[in-house]
């Protein structure tokens, strides 16, 4: 009976899906474990063979965990709000749900042809209204809430409203913004409605508020930081510039110290919580206030070395900060505006990582230093980020490199305050220095001390204070995009006023086309029944406005995150209609025990939803503030690209030191000839056709003579190449010429040049599976060519689950060789040949070092290592000929979470009616293990002639006799009689004489 993989993997999937076979309940005498994949998002290009590689994992852990004997919440749902889907939409009318619809059945049978042990009634989207009402649900809340600082929690924004009419804000201590200002009771009750508001969203956790953002005008929207790739849009490469927009935010900078202190009580990877540490930057030191000469303005700056103060001899703002178009002088005006211009188009992730680019300008004005009272002078440079601290930074450039080499290159006078120590390298980097100031009360302090003695003095002159600052920043929660979650939100006298939960959701409306509307407002504006009825409690005809009754409704969407920071608690209970989950379902689940995904959401995702589940704890919904135990990041399995050698440049080396007098050692041609990899790395072949190929420019054309002067001294190379679609490629990396010109029109009449036998070779390079690499695998083709087992094994198999590994479509064959002998076990032509014989010691033994090696990698997440020991157990197996149900009933149990179609129809073979997923794990016997016997070397005079195996309890005496009596051993002595025989039990024999 042969192996009929496409045949088995269909049959199991009916099976699975018609008895909802791991359809997980919400209470149960089992103990609970929730394994969770990270949201994925249902793109048109569907799965390629790098994406399952984190679900097979935790597939295989859940499967594992039901063996174990418990209850195990495995769900999966999709994140189907994106900007893929609108922009598919504003280039084809399509509307965003068709699309994702259609993207979404994709993936359904993808991952279903896995054999995924996915709790598919439990499924989610994010675009689904039913689900997006508890999104808005929550961001009411957000809005209804304040900081605490003294309970360190949120708390309803009501009990501050109380505060304010019986004794103003004077005494509360909640996070709030900067510019929030003290007043009385009597002031608050005689303020209008509209100031009231204003100052409750100084307060709120979620707020409106004018903010620096990342946007792009191509794509008509705010981007997020990790939108962005390079300075342009991830989507579309298209430009991206910093601008002041009043949008949504999100206060999660109110729990940084909440989140720093969480990262000590999960099991989370180093790095991916060092990652979160630098984000949320926590940093201690002292708030210092520079008055402006001639202007009633002051600056605040933070800074964690308040010691080195007598060195600041100039500040620098941030090019967006508020003060710079007050304080700029006239004289200064335009390079001010020009520099401010320029700044705008990079990003700040840019800014941050350009550590060498040195930029900036004078706006003219000057500070007072707090205690010389000596004028110092305002700079703008982009180094600085006007959402990070305040904006402002007291610049001292004997104590900061970038300080120093701003002032360098702007000859800025640069002071030194460490006593007898040059400006170098070490001052920059030594803390333990003592400082030697312009001032008595520092002189011959460290720098503790006189950090200390700083804040005292600027607390005196009410200048300044001890703080901690950190990096972390508001999150910008508003997209000015169509295709997300509506906002519950109408505005009454130009304030937001929250819709009852009682009529949620709020749904999207229709609108004729999904681009922001001529005047700039965004897709929304674009709708027609988009106002809210406050008496009626419906969305009505815009036409129907009359601020007294029905009112505009909020035209920007959430963004990406939203949905994806409370799908894991709302899987615990996804058709509750009436709450976003019941406490019995999350006192049963409690949190996710182990959440599998990519390393690339540290600081997106895992930071904002780990943010919303401390909020939700505050308010009681949730028992834990952390919901992860525990995170493991999956490595990448990376692509082979096909790369075809196009002569577009050429780049020279002589020796070990490039040319560099002419562009980067090469210059540009303008051909369309294509040459097969092996020409393009032969260098006669190469310099040949240099000799041909002249190019145009003067520059070039000088080094094109330079270079054919001495052309014996350079080596040449050429780029890299162009990208073609690995399928045009064979296993011998050769290109399909006539596909390849049917597919890139371009290279029609393109020039050819192949190898002598004639075949063309592109080269080959690792990188990452992408569509626009043209290098991605389809695991459709893979499951039916090889089958889903075959791809499962062959995806742990390929190395430790959190490294980066590349695929080899070639590699799988041996993997399915592995199951077609794991097949032969059970069958043979006649039909199943398992039978009830009494196991051998030798099957025992493989069989329980088997559990024991699995179960151990299980544990420790060690995929790969299980694979290499299937295959040897069955290679043992099938070498002792092994029959013994005994001995393969339990195996197929240990394969099962990696191979479970196999698995479950070779069970079915053996006579059970249950899916082998309800089986328990087999339990390892240490004394199958236990060696009964030991194979002697056995010598004469040192030399080991042959092994004999005796019992392991003989004594000395009897192992003597019987290895004398040993036929051999009577050929080696030939009738003599040895003068000595050496016995050591459990290791040798050797006779001598």
């Known amino acids: 009976m042969k192996y009929h993989f496409n045949e088995i993997e269909k049959k199991w999937q009916d099976y699975w899906a018609k008895n909802q076979t791991f359809k997980a309940e919400n209470q149960s005498d089992k103990p609970k474990y929730y394994v969770l994949d990270m949201f994925p998002y249902p793109s048109g290009a569907g799965l390629h063979v790098g994406h399952p590689l984190g679900y097979i994992a935790s597939d295989i852990y859940a499967r594992y965990k039901r063996h174990k004997g418990f209850n195990v919440l495995h769900p999966q749902g999709y994140d189907s709000f994106g900007l893929p889907a609108e922009q598919y939409a504003i280039q084809t009318g399509q509307h965003p749900a068709i699309t994702t619809e259609e993207n979404i059945k994709t993936y359904r049978r993808q991952l279903d042809q896995i054999g995924f042990s996915f709790d598919w009634s439990r499924e989610v989207r994010t675009s689904d209204p039913k689900y997006y009402k508890w999104t808005q649900w929550i961001f009411i809340k957000l809005f209804e809430s304040y900081y605490c600082k003294d309970s360190n929690q949120a708390r309803p924004i009501s009990e501050l409203i109380t505060v304010f009419n019986q004794e103003g804000n004077l005494r509360i201590n909640a996070a709030c913004d900067e510019d929030v200002t003290f007043f009385s009771a009597g002031e608050w009750k005689v303020f209008s409605f509209k100031t009231q508001q204003e100052i409750l969203l100084k307060y709120r956790l979620t707020y409106l508020a004018e903010t620096e953002v990342n946007w792009c005008p191509a794509l008509g929207t705010v981007l997020a930081n990790d939108e962005i790739v390079n300075g342009v849009s991830e989507r579309g490469g298209h430009p991206v510039v910093r601008k002041k927009m009043t949008q949504w935010s999100m206060r999660i900078s109110a729990y940084a110290e909440r989140l720093l202190q969480g990262l000590e009580t999960i099991d989370w990877t180093d790095s991916l919580k060092e990652s979160q540490r630098n984000w949320i930057g926590k940093s201690v030191g002292a708030s210092v206030t520079f008055k402006v000469k001639n202007h009633d303005e002051v600056i605040d700056v933070f800074t964690t070395r308040p010691d080195t103060i007598f060195g600041a001899s100039f500040m620098t703002l941030a090019p967006e900060h508020e003060l710079v178009s007050k304080i700029t002088t006239p004289e200064q005006k335009a390079e001010v505006e020009a520099y401010i211009e320029a700044t705008a188009k990079r990003s700040e992730r840019d800014r941050m990582a350009d550590v060498k680019t040195i930029t900036g300008a004078f706006t003219g004005a000057y500070a007072d230093h707090p205690f010389t009272k000596e004028p110092i002078p305002i700079w703008i440079g982009d180094y600085v980020l006007a959402g990070y601290g305040t904006g402002a930074v007291m610049s001292v450039p004997c104590g900061d490199q970038r300080d120093f080499d701003f002032a360098k290159h702007f000859n800025i006078p640069i002071p030194n305050i460490f006593e007898g120590v040059d400006i170098s390298e070490e001052a920059f980097t030594d803390k333990e220095k003592t400082i030697i100031a312009n001032s008595d009360f520092l002189n011959g302090l460290n720098y503790k001390e006189a950090t200390k003695k700083i804040i005292e003095e600027l607390e005196k002159i009410g200048q300044g204070q001890g703080k901690t600052n950190y990096r972390l920043r508001d999150a910008v929660f508003s997209r000015q995009r169509y295709w997300g979650e509506p906002f519950p939100v109408y505005y009454v006298n130009g304030m937001p006023q929250m819709i009852d939960e009682k009529y949620l ?77 019941s406490q019995e379902a999350i006192n049963y689940w409690q949190q996710v025990d182990l959440y599998i995904g990519g390393s690339e959401h540290a600081t997106g995702h895992l930071l904002y939803s780990r943010f919303w589940q401390k909020f939700m704890f505050d308010l009681g919904l949730v028992p834990h503030d952390e919901y992860a135990k525990k995170l493991i990041n999956q490595g990448m399995i990376l692509g082979t690209s096909a790369f075809v050698r196009r002569i577009d440049s050429f780049m020279f080396e002589k020796g070990k030191q490039g040319v560099t007098d002419f562009h980067t050692g090469g210059y540009n041609v303008e051909t369309n000839i294509l040459v097969s990899n092996g020409l393009a790395q032969n260098q006669t072949f190469l310099k040949d056709l240099l000799i041909k190929i002249k190019p145009e420019g003067e520059i070039a054309l000088k080094a094109y003579n330079k270079i054919i002067s001495d052309i014996e001294e350079y080596s040449i190379s050429i780029r890299q190449g162009i990208h073609a679609d690995v399928s045009f490629v064979n296993s011998s990396d050769e290109l399909d010429i006539e596909t390849f010109k049917n597919w890139r029109p371009e290279f029609k009449d393109a020039e050819f040049i192949c190898e002598e036998d004639g075949t063309f070779k592109v080269k080959r390079d690792v990188e990452k599976m992408s569509k626009s690499k043209y290098n991605v695998v389809n695991p459709d083709n893979i499951c039916h060519d090889y089958g889903a087992d075959s791809l499962r094994l062959y995806e742990m198999f390929l190395g430790p689950l959190e490294q980066y590994k590349p695929w080899n479509t070639a590699g799988i064959t041996g993997v399915h060789s592995f199951l077609k002998k794991l097949w032969k076990l059970y069958f043979d032509d006649k039909g199943l040949k398992v039978t009830d014989t009494k196991p051998s010691s030798d099957s025992l033994k493989t069989l329980h070092k088997t559990i024991k090696k699995v179960e151990e990698d299980i544990e420790n997440f060690s995929f790969n290592t299980s694979v290499s020991t299937f295959m040897i157990a069955v290679n043992e197996l099938t070498a002792q000929k092994c029959t013994s149900k005994a001995i393969l009933e339990p195996l197929l149990i240990l394969i099962s979470p990696y191979a479970p179609h196999i698995a479950e129809e070779l069970w079915e073979a053996l006579g059970h009616n249950e899916s082998i997923s309800t089986a328990d794990f087999p339990v390892f016997d240490e004394q199958y293990l236990v060696e009964s016997t030991k194979n002697y070397p056995i010598s004469f005079n040192g030399k080991m002639r042959f092994t004999l195996e005796l019992p392991l309890d003989l004594s000395k005496e009897d192992i003597e006799k019987a290895v004398l009596e040993y036929e051999k051993t009577q050929d080696q002595l030939q009738g003599r009689t040895p003068k000595k025989v050496i016995v050591v039990p459990g290791k040798i024999v050797n006779i001598v004489g």
Do not use: C
């Open 505 to 581: 959701p709020i749904t999207l409306p229709e609108v004729e086309k999904y681009l922001p509307t001529e005047t700039g407002e965004p897709p929304l504006g674009n709708a027609t029944v988009w106002a809210w009825d406050a008496q009626r409690h419906i969305v009505v005809n815009n036409s129907d406005i009359d601020h007294k009754t029905i009112f505009p409704l909020e035209l920007n969407t959430m963004p990406g995150w939203a949905g994806s920071s409370q799908y894991f608690n709302r899987y615990m209970d996804p058709h509750n209609d009436n709450e976003i989950f």
